[in-house]
């Protein structure tokens, strides 16, 4: 079982930085695919950013592409969403997951391991 846990949200203003990191527990992460959704008030939980188990491939969403990058330490068994020139539409609740499939799948049905969430707000 891996349990995730986000940290690093918080209240911000447009055009600023944040890194959120996820930490796991319980097994090693070094053979899971992990990614960063998020989901905002009344909206439909999105993919934001995926990464292969070595950190060679990634994927990240368009409306991010530029913006966000999303890496990982396997020593630490740690992922990070790093996040440059947030804009409000950013602000979310944001989740890390974890999946045993090898491709990264932007589809969160296939994610059957997920933190509780940090929230992430940009004001204007």
């Known amino acids: 079982q891996v349990q995730l846990v986000e940290s690093g949200g918080g209240l911000v203003q447009a055009g600023d930085s944040l890194r959120l990191s996820c930490a796991a527990s319980?097994?090693?992460?070094?053979?899971?695919?992990l990614a960063w959704f998020r989901q905002a008030p009344g909206k439909e939980r999105e993919f934001v950013a995926g990464?292969?188990?070595?950190?060679?491939?990634?994927h990240h969403a368009n409306s991010v592409k530029g913006r966000f990058t999303i890496s990982r330490d396997n020593a630490k068994n740690t992922v990070y969403l790093q996040m440059y020139s947030l804009k409000p539409e950013d602000t979310a609740v944001y989740y890390c997951a974890a999946s045993t499939y090898a491709t990264i799948i932007d589809d969160k049905s296939n994610y059957p391991y997920w933190g509780q969430g940090t929230q992430v707000t940009v004001s204007s």
């Open positions: 319980g097994r090693t992460l070094s053979t899971y695919t």
């Open positions: 990464i292969s188990s070595s950190g060679r491939w990634t």
